[in-house]
């Protein structure tokens, strides 16, 4: 389902992955308890230029205990810095043996209204 993306100034944000699955040989399963699932936080939609699209936050996102593949973390607003109206980029990787996975969600920095 698709959803609208948004990134708000001032805010602790969740990032999440659900339902990583792991397709070995002839099983399919959830991939649960993985400790290489990393998030990447851009401040571009692009990762050509290092220097001027930066990483703002890199971590490890652990497995949510219970959950069939899901992998979460909260980014805290004190660990970025994005201007309002910024257009971004979180690129989620897994790497767990043999298996390998990215995803890329762009995002645009927005003021929460109450």
Not at 11 to 35: E, W
Not at 43 to 52: G, I, L, N, V
């Amino acid at each position: 389902m698709a959803q609208a993306s948004a990134w708000y100034t001032g805010n602790d944000m969740r990032v999440r992955l659900a339902g990583l699955i792991s397709t070995t040989g002839g099983s399919t399963g959830y991939l649960n308890n993985s400790t290489g699932v990393f998030v990447d936080i851009w401040k571009s939609r692009s990762t050509d230029d290092f220097a001027t699209n930066r990483i703002i936050v890199n971590t490890r996102m652990p497995y949510v205990t219970g959950s069939n593949g899901t992998y979460e973390v909260a980014i805290q607003s004190t660990g970025y810095t994005m201007a309002q109206g910024t257009h971004g980029m979180a690129v989620i990787r897994a790497r767990h043996g043999g298996l390998n996975g990215e995803w890329r969600e762009g995002f645009r920095v927005v003021r929460r209204m109450t």
